[in-house]
């Protein structure tokens, strides 16, 4: 471990150009979020060798950090401006919070292991990212007090979309999240048009299960 480079910018530079710019993910800020922001950070010290991998990884309490194109992939999807109020469903190792800060102007993340939102809230004090509030709770009901979000962002799969979510969106408002059962889920993105919501399916993914009242 002591060999490690410092700062691995040569591995986020040939992460963005294989995994994310190779594969589709053609938004400049996106692109420009990912080879600023240190991936690595946001892992355990034993996996930081493969931060930059393409797969995901475990962060502990049987959760993991998603692979970077799915995280990219999602991000991209939202079509984030810079003036947005953005809400993160399963705040885990912090780094999609990260990655979202450097796109809209608020980020609130919920995260269920107070542990874990410990640990991401200490990263992104050492990274000095400002924008980014984090909340101890059931994110299947989202965070009603600083609602509502003009995209909302689900980093853990739910049997069905819930109803609080939907709710907390502001009219024009985006989500994306992966929808289905162990082994089967769907990611899909959801647009509220008034009071009315039109959706559409993406792509197969694996994500941990969505723990809590409108989860699993």
């Known amino acids: 471990m002591a060999n490690l480079p410092q700062?691995?910018?040569?591995?986020?530079?040939f992460m963005v150009a294989r995994q994310l710019r190779g594969r589709g993910i053609s938004d400049r800020r996106v692109l420009d979020a990912f080879e600023t922001i240190p991936r690595h950070l946001f892992v355990p010290a034993e996996h930081r060798i493969s931060a930059y991998a393409d797969n995901p990884l475990p962060i502990g309490f049987n959760q993991t950090i998603s692979q970077p194109f799915i995280v990219a992939y999602m991000t991209q999807t939202l079509e984030l401006t810079g003036d947005e109020r953005a809400l993160e469903v399963g705040t885990g190792s912090g780094y999609q919070a990260a990655i979202l800060s450097a796109l809209a102007a608020e980020v609130h993340t919920v995260e269920l292991i107070p542990a874990l939102a410990e640990r991401a809230a200490r990263t992104l004090a050492c990274l000095g990212i400002s924008n980014v509030f984090i909340h101890v709770g059931d994110g299947s009901q989202g965070w009603k007090a600083s609602a509502p979000y003009d995209a909302i962002i689900v980093s853990a799969a739910g049997p069905r979309v819930p109803p609080s979510l939907l709710d907390q969106l502001v009219d024009g408002g985006r989500m994306i999240l992966p929808v289905g059962e162990r082994g089967g889920q769907i990611l899909e993105l959801w647009r509220r048009e008034g009071e009315?919501?039109?959706h559409e399916t993406l792509l197969p993914v694996a994500f941990v299960p969505l723990r809590g009242k409108e989860g699993v």
Not at 7 to 13: A, N, S, T, V
């Open 196 to 198: 009315s919501f039109s």
């Open 7 to 13: 700062d691995f910018l040569e591995e986020r530079k």
